[in-house]
């Protein structure tokens, strides 16, 4: 197990979504989140008192968390000079990056000298099967998005406590760093050996009560050039009986991708539905999930109404006006 409360290290993120793995803890668990560490040139910023490690050690931290998600996961050598500090100063470290903490052998040295744990949640546990295609007992919802980091994650998580309030059943289904770093468990869905990517979600969504919701946390875009395997191993292994579409609308392009525009809401609707029908024909889109952190509330109010009018289905802002439209249409379904 990961020991709490942690210390958040943004390291030199670029921006406010390279820190995602941050955000996201903050958000959702506050109270494992102690304090954040920055270094020079970091443009993030998770509201948090920044504290050196030993005022962090001194406020009860016990683990660093890298809260960086980086265009292909790497510890660079400047991350590596306070990683190796925390461990002397008597942290265990935590990373959800594709460059492993256990393939560092500097980092696996002074771990092992001091006692300390490397903790790489991005590491498969489970021998996962190849997908069979079967149908499951029980329901599935799975978040789709025009782009990576609009907010699939998050609307998750909000629609499942909506329908925890409301005595729904229901399970958040991690599938990323983050999200199993906030619930303690999932799928490290991009780590997973790609024939095995859509029976890694079966087994994460097994057999379960008719009434009952998996919501599964989704990742990429069928239209990111680099992303879009991991998209489709959640749509054929999910066999979600409805999606929500997820948008960030102030992008001008692609994340990572400046030769690449978003495709419209209409386009993701279509071609997610088409392909989800091919593992579960009677799949359906309950409605759209809009990120309007970057938009005042006049803005952000029309251009939800706005989608609502266009496509005939609810259009919220899960995080900033509550799930409710998204809980009441999925429960239409049942």
Not at 12 to 20: T, V
Not at 37 to 62: H, N, P, Y
Not at 64 to 91: H, M, P, Y
Request: proline residues 4%; contains cysteine; aromatic residues 6%.
């Amino acid at each position: 197990m990961i020991k709490t409360p942690y210390l958040l290290f943004l390291g030199d993120a670029p921006d406010q979504l390279a820190a995602k793995v941050a955000q996201g803890i903050k958000d959702w668990r506050p109270e494992n989140a102690v304090g954040q560490f920055r270094m020079d040139g970091c443009k993030a910023d998770m509201g948090l008192a920044d504290m050196t490690l030993e005022e962090a050690k001194a406020a009860g931290a016990k683990t660093l968390v890298i809260g960086v998600a980086n265009r292909g996961g790497i510890i660079s050598q400047e991350w590596k000079k306070v990683l190796v500090t925390a461990l002397e100063e008597g942290f265990d470290l935590a990373s959800g990056l594709h460059n492993l903490l256990r393939e560092e052998a500097d980092l696996v040295a002074v771990a092992e000298a001091t006692g300390r744990m490397l903790h790489d949640v991005r590491i498969p546990e489970v021998k996962y099967p190849i997908a069979n295609g079967e149908p499951r007992k029980g329901k599935r919802l799975l978040a789709v998005g025009t782009d990576c980091s609009v907010g699939k994650m998050y609307t998750a998580l909000c629609m499942d406590k909506e329908m925890q309030d409301r005595g729904m059943k229901s399970t958040f289904r991690a599938t990323g760093q983050t999200g199993i770093l906030i619930t303690g468990g999932g799928v490290p869905l991009d780590a997973v050996i790609a024939d095995f990517m859509a029976g890694s979600i079966e087994w994460l969504t097994p057999d379960n009560d008719e009434d009952h919701w998996d919501i599964i946390e989704g990742q990429g875009s069928l239209f990111h050039v680099s992303y879009s395997g991991v998209t489709m191993a959640l749509i054929h292994g999910g066999q979600p009986d409805a999606l929500v579409v997820c948008h960030e609308p102030t992008r001008e392009h692609m994340r990572g991708l400046p030769g690449y525009s978003l495709p419209s809401l209409e386009a993701v609707r279509d071609m997610a539905l088409q392909l989800a029908r091919v593992a579960n024909p009677a799949c359906e889109v309950i409605g759209y999930a809009v990120n309007t952190q970057n938009m005042d509330d006049d803005a952000a109010r029309a251009y939800l109404a706005d989608i609502e009018v266009k496509t005939g289905l609810p259009a919220t802002d899960p995080y900033r006006y509550g799930a409710g439209k998204l809980v009441d249409a999925l429960a239409a379904l049942s």
